[in-house]
Structure formats: structure tokens, C-alpha cells
């Protein structure tokens, strides 16, 4: 009989005593809590400063716009066509931001090599879209219903 094909691999046993290592599992503690808060802090913060982020960027963009186009149809700069046209143009805003993504993903069959299949694209596009839509309707709904002037819908 041959000895060397008769062997047995045996797996590493990793043997850990805990009670010399109570250092290190209170530094992991204390880490695991302070990333278990971090995380909780951003998730509840990011949706609030993206939402005033927004808001301004929106608001800033109608209200410099405004001007131009009063100009371009011959009225006048004034407060009331202000506050006339700023909630038109939010609204115009709005739909182009939902529009120009579902004009790129259907752009992309113009692509050689697509790394996503064109129909997974057009509807996952699609289907945000149709969210999109969604959500800005039942905003719409949500401040008519409350009485929320359009000036401050963004």
C-alpha cells in the first residue's frame, strides 16, 4: 500500500478566545453603532435637502425665464404676469424632465452595443416615467384639494 495517496486534507480551524480580544469588540461596536446612525441620518436627510435643492433651482430657473418670455410675447414685466407664468413654466419644467429621459432611451437603439436590452430600457424608462407622471398629478391633485396657490407648486 502507498502511504502518499492516502492523505487527508484537514481545513484551518480559526480558534478565537473572546475574552482576549474584548478591546477590539468594543472599538467594532462602537463603529457598527456610529455607521448604523450615519446611514439613518442620510436617508432621512437626503430626501430634504434634495427637495429644497430642487425648490430653488426650479423656482430661480422660472423666475429668470419669465422676463424673456414676457418679452417674447410683447406683455408687460410686471408682478401679475410674474405670478401667472412662473407655475406654467414649473409645469413645463416638469414634463421636459420626464420627456428627455424617454427621448434618450429610445435614442438608444441607435447604439451598436447596447449593454442593456432596448425593450428592458423602454420599459423600465417607461415605467419611471409613467411614476413620474403619476406623482406629479396626485401633487397637483394634492395641492388643489388643500388649496395651495400655483405659484408655490414646484
Known sequence: MDQGTNTQKVAPTLNID????????????????????????????????????????????????????????????????????????????????VLAPIIFVFASQFIEKPIVDLYISIYIGGLLACFSILFFIFQYLAAELMSVKKQDIW
Open 18 to 97: 473572546l475574552s482576549t480580544n474584548i478591546p477590539m469588540i468594543i472599538i467594532t461596536a462602537v463603529i457598527t453603532f456610529f455607521m448604523v446612525a450615519l446611514t439613518l441620518y442620510i436617508i432621512i436627510k437626503i430626501p430634504t435637502t434634495l427637495i429644497k435643492a430642487s425648490k430653488k433651482v426650479v423656482q430661480s430657473t422660472a423666475e429668470h425665464a419669465a422676463p424673456m418670455i414676457l418679452q417674447a410675447q410683447n406683455k408687460k414685466d410686471n408682478k401679475r404676469n410674474h405670478l401667472k407664468l412662473t407655475p406654467k413654466l414649473v409645469l413645463a419644467m416638469k414634463i421636459i424632465l
